[in-house]
């Protein structure tokens, strides 16, 4: 018989009282992870907006093309959403408007192509615009970059508009090398730090420039004193200059030697340094311990200019259109966010969104329902997609105004569908299909790419990236096919023409005659809502915005009236020192 060995009392007491203690340092921990969470869930995120200029439906790799390597951009939109039914204005000062105000560009006067840099105009003054809504929110807004919303007075430049600072430009283009911008026969530097002219940035390249200030503004932000919106307007990939429209870096073209139009090359060496510029910023965003608390949004202003089109090479494939179009290929932006506050990771998200959108979207996701209820006064064209987007909701958007122009004569509509066009651009000479399905093999692309580039590593810090079988199905998802046969022919100059934009993306079947009940209601959606517009704001140009009078500079021309005593000699010397 086998004696049980009893314990002593004062072993037994402690051995309970240890697990006593270590019951209760488990809870603690629980607690505290779940104290923590709430935390963070109630702390507003930090908004990181990447707006890329020109950039084409196909020229990024998450949506089916493996010609241009975008890993740092593809990263993301694996680990988040890729807005698939996702709407940009045509060209870029109404794609602008819309985004900084949340309203249609009808409702802004800036519906009628781009703001020129002679211009005496600008985004009203009376409207209140997303940096100005956010900072009411304690947050601090900063921008790097293209700035394209008016500059004639200094009230309509960045720094009175919302934004604590500025390094970028405020025309429409310029050169990414020298910073001169060329337009309408008058030729001057574009480069600002702030309201002053950036001289000491003569020579650095645009894309690095717009890169280190965005690095320079997170690594110095206080999150103390609150949040970061950091808005990120890229020159890339838009045209430089007549004289060198496709600036690009040699060392990056020379890597592209697969893409055999050199043209193309050029442009997709513009699209590449942009996407590593992506992947630095996110980057950042970890070191400085950012990343776990942001909203990063990356979209195109527009459709991208084909073949030429602006001297740029593009590709829209396989969608209809070019830039400054109204039909898919210059309207249905290339755009993902993501975010750890985003549920049911990845996926294609199909909730239907415009540009418009992104203010009342992310004043709702800053401050919650109440701060996008103090906007119901303000009259929006936009709607908070933030609920459906987090939780895989349907979307609260039924329309999309893609622009009515009543100088050019086009206008187009979406209702559910249903996709109306009246009237066209450029006499319709931009209104085919362009570009070739070059390297849309899924075994053309580089997967191993995307993970190690920086952004998909900082996602497998994260636990975010999925794995190579779900990035795979999803992009596969994301990858717009449609068939060669086409249907009935459409020519909106002639007649309007109406598709079916959900099963015919590429707008190849003009079902007008189908549906003569439909067409006659998308008419007169459309004639009501263009009954709300206002008449577009476009002035001719201003002599005295001549950068000659302001030392080879464009300046904000309208807070001076006296030009003689400004002009400079035209010594070469002068005007080297100038530029």
Known sequence: MQTRLLQPPTIRVNLLLLRIVFVIVIVISIVNVAICQS??????????????????????GFRGSAQIPTPNIDALAYSGLILNRYYVNPICTPSR????????????????????????????LDLKILPEYLNDLGYTSHIAGKWHLGHWKRAYTPLYRGFSSHVGYWSGHHDYNDHTAVEHGYWGLDMRNGTDVAYDLHGQPTTEVITKQSLNVIASHNAAKGPLFLYVAHAAVHSGNPYNPLPANDDIVAKLSHISKYKRRKYAALVAEMDDSVGKIVGQLQKYRMLDNSIIIFSTDNGGPVEGFNSNFASNYPLRGTKNTLWEGGVRGAALVWSPRLTKLPRLAEQTMHISDWLPTLVEAAGGEQALANLSAANLDGMSIWTALVTDGISPRKTILHNIDDIWGSAAITVDEWKLLKGTNYNGAWDGWYGMPELRNPTDYNWDQVTKSVTGQAMQKLKMLPSRADQIRLRRKATVDCPTKRGASCNPLNAPCLFQIIKDPCEQNNVAKQYPRVLELMLKELQLVNATAVPPSNKPDDPHANPRFWNYTWTNFGDYSDTKNNIISNSPNLIQNCI
């Open 39 to 60: 935390a963070d869930a109630e702390r507003p995120p930090n908004i990181i907006f990447i707006l890329a200029d020109d950039l084409g439906f196909n020229d990024v």
């Open 97 to 124: 408007s819309a985004l900084m105000t949340g309203k249609y560009p009808i409702h802004t006067g800036m519906q009628h192509t781009v703001l020129y840099a002679a211009e005496p105009r600008g985004l009203p």
